[in-house]
């Protein structure tokens, strides 16, 4: 039985759609039906190899098991032709991470391929020298296709570690079904063995990508393609600037300064908020001790007190013959 | 019994109903209309470049007197702890009588190619805090950060431990070399200045290819499969949109700022080694005296509960408390388990310390 119909079906289905379907909408949709087709494609594999499998009547558990090691052998295979014919698709479960990196790679650059297929032949006229007027540039799209050939490296590198992690999950998705026989369950749906191939799938990514050398293949990648990307940026700006035209290093700049100035501003700022908070407090403190000292009895008045004393000190005057301090006490 | 046992009439079967579901899915999905996220009433108190200060009307009577400033990641938006009513940790804080003020940082562009983590924690956190405290008449405030914003808050307290009441670290990176540890492990040999040096600001787009390639099977596939059988049902699809909104709505990062973020976090594991400068003051963590709450997730992929759980050591507080949550690192806002734990142990833990 072959699912490609329904494959088919539902890319008519999308097409007769599209139009009427709102664009916010298009990449959540595009996404259903990718995974459907997805799902299509990977059930008509299985249903393949389920066909294999039923198509001997009566075999035993022990036989049984002799056909899946050859199936299994044979998956194998297809699996590395698919993968060393580099062809689109490469199994529908394998492009998803391969496809996520191409996407993010769009993303970045209007242009995301540099030339295409470069054989060795061709790496070799990259040593030429460049000659005349035009040597500069010469040199600049030598050393643009040089990168190039970095990034195709290690993105070569990258898709490897997929084959790995892809015979891996084949090894795995043997193993559990095998151990599915010893413990005597069965599956018999297609969306738990997709769901197990899943598993296996995760499960053998985990182990791979977990390595240190996948660390360093990873940041290969992305450290190569940067490196093309920056001398493409840096041939765009040439070109900006031959036209006259403001270039992106000449924006970082004016920003840098901004960016500097602004933190200036708020540093100052800052400080100068400080200052007039510690000025409002210490006028705030000048206030309240002018108060305080205005309610306090005014120094006239303790003179006019000690001069009523003096007055009344020196109206009584004292009996030499009596103790001073009894008068003055009275 | 034969291990695999599928037989063809049954296959047919499940491929009908599969191809029936995906199309009455996708009608649901072509009649939703606009999705609402964040809507919990708030109103913007503070604003600087594009950041944008919001305070949560309050919806009870007792009011925590102390105000709580929720300080989420730069890497994701941060309506995910307000994504729906019945999935909001904000709304469910509200419940438990805190004050809230969330910080938004806004979509960065190229004008914000410089700004660096003293920006934003000397910076913009500080003057948002300066401005809680200024509305309430207050010195100190309670402090919640979450995953990278987790870290944010731990320097600035470390910083500014005169200003920070209690400190709330969720799903926190701190120990950034544990060996579970995916992302970090991927980052090691990545030239960052190569990186930040070309694109200026570093796209959403990267960290989005980043956070799918730690289970690219389950991410990009399996979970769009498994949708399918919830398509026809209305709110269910709302969800699963909503989540997808969230999840693709990732703001670039400022170049700057993610330079220092990789090299001095990640490479280098500064926060652990006391090795980490905001500005030009080192961040030690011994400085935090203040009551700490630590929430980690126990099955947390981005920041494994080890890296969360190092904070017990580099901490001076005596009043450490450390809640493991089941789940994940999403799980942990969004999940139904979540919203009847977290917010709760938050508001019991912040009322013992008022």
Same mark, same amino acid.
């Given at each position: ?10 890319? &008519?289905?999308?097409?007769? &759609? ?20 997805? /799902? ?5 594999? &299985?249903?393949?190899?389920?066909? %294999? ?79 005349? /007027? ?16 970095? /990034? ?5 590198? /990258? ?19 095998? @151990? ?23 499960? @053998? ?17 992305? %450290? ?84 009523? @004393? ?15 301090? @009894?008068?003055?006490?009275? | ?13 499940? *491929? ?34 594009? *950041? ?16 709580? *400033?929720?300080?989420? $990641? ?56 300066? $401005? ?11 402090? *919640? ?5 987790? +870290?944010?808050?731990?320097?600035? +307290?470390? #910083? ?8 709330? +670290?969720?799903?926190?990176?701190? =120990? ?5 540890? !995916? ?6 040999? #990545? =030239?960052?200045?190569?990186?930040? =040096? ?13 956070? #799918? ?17 919830? !398509?026809? =049902? ?75 759980? $190092? ?5 001076? +507080? ?37």
């Amino acid at each position: 039985m072959s699912t490609l119909p329904w494959s088919e079906s539902l890319e &008519l289905w999308w097409q007769t &759609l599209a139009p009427s379907i709102p664009p916010d909408n298009h990449a959540i949709f595009q996404k259903f039906i990718a995974q459907g087709q997805s /799902y299509f494609r990977f059930t008509e594999q &299985l249903l393949q190899i389920s066909q %294999n499998l039923s198509s001997h009547s009566e075999v035993t558990l022990t036989d049984w098991e002799q056909l899946w090691e050859k199936t299994i052998a044979n998956l194998k295979n297809s699996f590395t032709d698919i993968f060393q014919q580099d062809k689109k698709g490469r199994g529908c479960f394998w492009e998803m991470p391969l496809d996520n990196w191409q996407q993010t790679v769009s993303s970045l650059s209007m242009r995301s391929s540099g030339p295409e297929k470069i054989n060795q032949e061709f790496e070799r006229l990259l040593s030429l020298p460049g000659i005349g /007027y035009t040597q500069k540039w010469q040199c600049h799209l030598q050393e643009r296709t040089r990168l190039w050939m970095n /990034y195709q490296k290690a993105l070569d590198e /990258y898709v490897s570690v997929f084959r790995k992690i892809g015979m891996r999950t084949i090894d795995l998705f043997q193993n559990k079904i095998l @151990a599915l026989s010893i413990q005597g369950r069965t599956l018999d749906s297609l969306r738990a063995v997709y769901d197990l191939w899943v598993d296996c799938g995760e499960e @053998a990514y985990a182990n791979v990508v977990s390595r240190q050398d996948f660390g360093e293949v990873n940041a290969q990648l992305i %450290n190569a393609f940067m490196t093309w990307k920056q001398h493409e940026s840096t041939l765009l700006d040439e070109l900006l600037n031959f036209l006259n035209i403001p270039t992106r290093p000449e924006f970082d700049t004016i920003t840098l300064r901004m960016q500097q100035m602004r933190r200036e501003f708020r540093t100052r700022q800052s400080a100068d908020a400080s200052t007039l908070d510690n000025l409002r407090k210490e006028v705030e403190t000048l206030h309240t001790e002018l108060k305080t000292l205005k309610e306090t009895p005014k120094p006239t008045t303790t003179r006019a007190k000690r001069t009523t @004393a003096k007055s009344k000190a020196s109206a009584i005057q004292p009996d030499p013959s009596q103790p001073q301090t @009894a008068t003055i006490g009275k | 019994m034969l291990p695999l046992h599928l037989r063809p009439d049954q296959a047919i079967q499940e *491929l009908l109903e599969f191809n029936k579901k995906l199309a009455d899915g996708l009608k649901t999905l072509s009649d939703l209309g606009t999705l609402d996220v964040g809507t919990t009433p708030k109103e913007a108190v503070y604003q600087e470049d594009k *950041l944008v200060l919001y305070r949560y009307k309050p919806i009870t009577d007792k009011i925590n007197p102390t105000p709580l *400033l929720i300080v989420y $990641a730069l890497v994701n938006r941060p309506y995910m702890i307000d994504l729906q009513p019945d999935r909001s940790l904000v709304k469910h804080l509200l419940e438990t009588g805190q004050d809230v003020y969330l910080i938004d940082w806004g979509y960065p562009d190229r004008a914000d190619r410089y700004l660096t983590l003293d920006d934003y924690i000397n910076g913009y956190i500080q003057r948002c805090v300066k $401005a809680i405290c200024r509305r309430h008449d207050l010195c100190k405030i309670n402090l *919640l950060g979450i995953c990278q914003g987790g +870290t944010f808050s731990t320097c600035y +307290t470390a #910083l500014n431990p005169e200003k920070v009441r209690n400190l709330i +670290t969720m799903v926190t990176p701190i =120990d950034f070399k544990t060996p579970d540890n !995916l992302l970090s492990h991927w980052l090691q040999k #990545l =030239d960052v200045d190569l990186l930040v =040096d070309t694109l200026g600001n570093i796209p959403g787009e990267i960290l989005n290819w980043a956070f #799918l390639s730690l289970k690219p099977f389950r991410l990009t596939g399996q979970k769009y499969l498994d949708m399918i059988d919830s !398509l026809g =049902d209305t709110e269910a699809a709302k969800n699963f949109l909503r989540m997808e909104k969230w999840i693709f709505d990732s703001p670039d990062q400022a170049g700057e700022a993610f330079r220092q973020f990789i090299k001095e976090f990640f490479q280098k594991n500064g926060l652990m080694h006391g090795k980490i400068s905001i500005g030009d003051q080192r961040v030690d963590l011994k400085n935090i005296t203040i009551p700490v709450l630590n929430i980690y997730a126990t099955q947390d992929h981005l920041v494994p509960p080890d890296s969360s759980r $190092a904070l017990q050591k580099c901490v001076g +507080t005596a009043d450490y408390t450390e809640v493991p949550f089941q789940g994940g690192h999403i799980g942990i806002y969004v999940s139904g388990r979540a919203q009847k734990e977290v917010p709760v142990t938050i508001g019991k833990w912040l009322e013992a310390r008022r």
